[in-house]
């Protein structure tokens, strides 16, 4: 109780300090999840930043979230644009020292832009409809094929990655047209109170808490990795303005070579722009990564708070429960009560209480189960066949715990079996075999086991009920010769002075009884019966005592009538 109550109090001071982020933030849903923030896919140009942009937003799941996520999309997007854009024109500044067969094929490709440059001249100048303009038409489609062909050839023994990328650049392209057509489709973030139902049970709330965390390490990495970006394209950054520094863009006497120098230094200036704009575009991007980590924070503090209150529920539900399992203890123990029978109630009572608090605690746990009320019905149908003995035993230990029901202690004769009741459990009665009632009474030594459901379909005596009386009898042998009469008043005067205490309490405890019940008056009085023998006569005497005394009683009777009749003869 200390332990828990320490608990309960901690629980208590971190739930109100962790109270101001309720009215701020809704709470987390089921959300999707990742185990890497790319793919691995190796490409020319790095389409690392819309990759993660991608995967995070598949994340996102408040209205908060979703709103930071649509703007890491746009400035992913046109980070990797600009990555295109660079790539291109860095390509293009790539100067290389063609040798061998590439010499050869750049030679081959100048000539067939010359032979193209002279169709489109040819076709220009052929009349329209005339055979000369289709056989100049379809001469250039073939030199311009051949052209494509000496293209691709050149670019790949000279290490050219410019059709490459365009090609990336293409699929790009055709996959953000198909991600702005499903884009739209997804579902707009949930309000607080409808995320709050979600999240009603401990374990969805711990699940919750777990995701959060992942989610938050995720934009944790996602914003190193827009800063480390940032970082190396300052460095690219300033090898291009060092590049820039040492051009001359009016050296050469060659009109050409200045005209190429100053396309070279234009081109040198662009790519210092695409990477300004990069740099200032991861910035950017860092930042709204840092913007949604510190929103998913708070809402880990949201769930943390709840958490704490269910688990402060919890413990709520564990201290009544020992409160009420101390108070049923406690109400057995009392002197004015029956202690056997309130021992046993207070096991029962126990047992429920405890049952009741682990059935409140897996549903503050799980939450109530989907269908509960087909579930139940399932579930006690199926349990009602399979455990029918042990429900009927069950019942039964609540009918022998009522007013006619047996205790520890008495004298009970249960389905033909006699004997003195040591234990009734919830299922289970045991006595302590005595044997048949007309008999002495003593015990076997067996222990005799019966199942409860006896107090529904079988049958039981109990013969320690109120009062605990019970009819017994002696019989008093009157030789031939002597005078049966006078040996029968006597005996009766004698019976009757020896149960005159045990006769009153006995009417008076019955003729309650029977006013209650509206019976009528029942008489304990003692009577001598006459039963002539071959060789004398009988006196068979009844009497009313106390069950748990009977023996006691017959042994004092015999000897009182031996010494009053003073017959040796008188066999008992």
Known sequence: MAALSGVLVIGAVLAWRTNDVMGSLPVLKQAGRTSALTDGQKTLVDETP??????????AVTQEEQEYARQ???????????????????????????????????????????????????????????????????????????????????????????????????????????????????????????????????AGLIGAWRRQRERYAMLLQAKDSAEHDAAALSVKHQAAEARLAQQDGGAGAVVA?????????????QVMSLYNDRIETEGHLAEVYGKWATQVLLQHRIVAHLILIQGIIIVILIIVAILLDAVVERLAEHESLDKRRMRTLSRITRLIVQVAAVAAILLVVLGPPDHVSTVFGLVTAGLTVALQDFILAFVGWFILMGRAGIGVGDAVEINGVAGEVVDIGLFRTTLLETGNWTAKGHPTGRRVTFNNMYAINGQYFNFSTTGQWMWDEITVSVPTGEDAVATMERVQKIVEAATADDVKTAEAEWQKVSKQQGLSQFSAEPDVNLQPTGTGVNLVVR??????????????????????????????
């Open 50 to 59: 819309w990759k993660t942009a991608e995967l995070l937003t598949a994340l």
């Open 72 to 202: 890491a999309e746009r400035l992913a997007d046109h980070e990797v644009d600009q990555a295109f854009a660079t790539a291109l024109r860095e390509s293009n500044l790539e100067q290389r020292t063609l040798t061998g067969a590439a010499a050869t094929t750049q030679t081959t490709v100048k000539q067939l832009e010359g032979m193209v440059a002279s169709d489109q001249a040819a076709l220009s100048n052929a009349a329209k409809g005339s055979d000369a303009e289709q056989l100049a038409q379809a001469q250039l489609g073939l030199d311009e094929d051949q052209l494509s062909d000496a293209k691709g050839e050149l670019a790949r023994e000279s290490g050219d990655k410019s059709d490459e990328i365009q090609q990336e650049l293409t699929a790009r392209e055709a996959g953000m047209k198909t991600f702005d057509a499903t884009g739209s489709t997804r579902a707009p973030g949930e309000v607080t109170s409808i995320a709050m139902q979600k999240y009603r049970t401990l």
């Open 257 to 269: 070579d200045r005209v190429a120098a100053l396309k070279r230094m234009s081109v040198e200036r």
């Open 543 to 572: 009497y009313v005592t106390r069950a748990t005394g009977r023996v006691e009683r017959k042994n004092v009777l015999y000897q009182s009538l031996l010494e009053s009749l003073h017959t040796p003869k008188a066999e008992v």
